[in-house]
C-alpha cells in the first residue's frame, strides 16, 4: 500500500509569492493534519482536518489556510512567504480524528529566498 | 517554557551500547504519549505509543511515562548503527477544541551509533 504521499519534494520561492502544498492520505484514512519542521525543531502543529471539515488549528497565522477534499486529500496554502517560512512541511494521516497512530508522509522542504 | 523539552544532544555511543532517551512535559493534560524516529530527509516514523502511565516494550524499544514526574524515556538495548537518526517524543490530550488531534513535539535529539 502506498503511503502518505506529498508534493513537491522541494520548491524554492521569493519573498511575498504564494504556495501550494498537497497531500494525499493512505487509502482509509479521512484524517489529514499539517505540521511545519524547522531545521533542528520538532514539528510544530498547524492544523488537522477530518472529514473535510476543519477539526484543529495551530499557532498560526491567517497567511496559512487549507482544505480537505472529498477524496480526503488535503492542500497547504501559505501567502505573503516570509523568510521564515522556510521549512520542511509534514503531512500526516490517520484513520479517526485521534492524534496517536499518524503515518507522516516525507513532507515538502520550502525554501524561501 | 516550552511545552514539552528534549535535549538535543547530539548523543554519540557505540554499538551495542543502552541508549536513554527522555523527554519532560509540563502540561498535565498529556494523555497520549508517542516516540517518532526520524531519518534524515524523511517524515517521522511511530516507533512507540503509550496511553497513561506505564512501561511498553516492542523489541529493542521500551518505552516508560511517568505522569507523576511529568517525564516520559525511551531505552534502546542493543543499540545498531542502523538507529542512527532525531528521536522526537510528541504527546497530546486529544482535550477537544482547537487541540483535538494535535501532537506537540520535543526538539528531538539527534543519536548517532558507531561500529
Known amino acids: 500500500d502506498a503511503g502518505v504521499t506529498q508534493s513537491p519534494t522541494h520548491l524554492i520561492k521569493t519573498r511575498g509569492q504564494q504556495v501550494t502544498l498537497r497531500c494525499s492520505p493512505i487509502s482509509g484514512h479521512k484524517s489529514v493534519s499539517w505540521y511545519q519542521q524547522v531545521l533542528g525543531q520538532g514539528p510544530q502543529f498547524i492544523f488537522q482536518y477530518y472529514e473535510k471539515e476543519e477539526r484543529g488549528r495551530g499557532n498560526f497565522p491567517d497567511r496559512f489556510s487549507a482544505r480537505q477534499f472529498p477524496n480526503y486529500s488535503s492542500e497547504l496554502n501559505v501567502n505573503a512567504l516570509l523568510l521564515g517560512d522556510s521549512a520542511l512541511y509534514l503531512c500526516?494521516?490517520?484513520?479517526?480524528?485521534?492524534?496517536?497512530?499518524?503515518?507522516f508522509g516525507s513532507g515538502t522542504r520550502l525554501t524561501v529566498v | 517554557q516550552k511545552e514539552v523539552e528534549q535535549d538535543p544532544g547530539p548523543l554519540s555511543v557505540p554499538e551495542g551500547a543502552i541508549v536513554s532517551l527522555n523527554c519532560t512535559y509540563s502540561?498535565?493534560?498529556?494523555?497520549?504519549f508517542m516516540w517518532y524516529r526520524q531519518y534524515s530527509r524523511k517524515g517521522p516514523e511511530l516507533l512507540m505509543y503509550t496511553y497513561s502511565s506505564g512501561n511498553k516494550e516492542d523489541g529493542r524499544f521500551t518505552a516508560q511515562v511517568d505522569k507523576s514526574s511529568k517525564y516520559i524515556s525511551l531505552f534502546i538495548r542493543d543499540s545498531q548503527p542502523s538507529d542512527s537518526a532525531t528521536y522526537l517524543c510528541a504527546m497530546s490530550s486529544n482535550a477537544g477544541g482547537t487541540s483535538y488531534g494535535k501532537l506537540t513535539f520535543g526538539q528531538g535529539t539527534i543519536l548517532t551509533v558507531h561500529p
Open positions: 502540561n498535565s493534560a498529556f494523555q497520549y
Open positions: 500526516a494521516s490517520g484513520r479517526g480524528q485521534s492524534s496517536y497512530g499518524y503515518t
